[in-house]
């Protein structure tokens, strides 16, 4: 690292393999969505299944607003500044995410549900894309297509489930 009146230059070396706190912190978050859908799926047809599936709901919401922050996170370290591509990556899925919020307060689960796969999605279509240009960490074009799919599956599930539930 050179520091100078100016600011900071940094040097660094990234790999492509998946780090092993990645893989911690990657899938961690995964399985109280995965658990959630099982839950759902178990309960289905009992007054605690809606239960299930709101707050699997608002945990997915809250994660898919931290990857938004994951991409303004990268974007303050990438080689020449921002890129348009980062922010309007960090803008569609802190508006999924906050949009399937806002859908559970107004009632709208089945829309909520429905952003939110868009969005994890989207983060598995977008960041090997985006690994490639620099814009997120080269270890996400091999991550995200193994991790995210958890979620988009889980919540596909939650979608059939709400979408069949008598009430």
């Known amino acids: 690292m050179l520091d100078d009146a100016t600011g900071r230059t940094i040097v660094t070396h990234e790999s492509r393999r ?4 990645d893989i911690v912190f990657g899938f961690g978050p995964m399985v109280p969505i995965a658990a959630g859908a099982a839950a759902a799926w178990w309960l289905q047809g009992e007054p605690l299944d809606y239960l299930a599936i709101l707050v699997t709901l608002l945990y997915a919401a809250s994660i898919l607003c931290f990857l938004a922050g994951v991409h303004r996170g990268v974007s303050f370290r990438t080689e020449g500044g921002p890129r348009l591509s ?9 508006g999924l995410g906050l949009g399937s919020l806002i859908t559970v307060v107004t009632g709208k ?7 939110l796969i868009l969005g994890y999605a989207l983060v598995a279509i977008l960041d ?12 996400h074009a091999r991550l995200r297509p193994i991790q995210m799919p958890i979620a988009v599956v889980s919540l ?10 008598p009430y």
């Open 18 to 21: 998946i780090p092993w706190l």
């Open 86 to 94: 980062q922010m309007v990556t960090m803008l569609v899925l802190y």
């Open 109 to 115: 689960v089945v829309l909520g549900l429905s952003m």
């Open 128 to 139: 090997p894309l985006e690994a490639r240009s620099g814009s997120v960490p080269l270890a």
């Open 156 to 165: 596909a599930v939650l979608l059939w489930i709400k979408l069949n539930a």
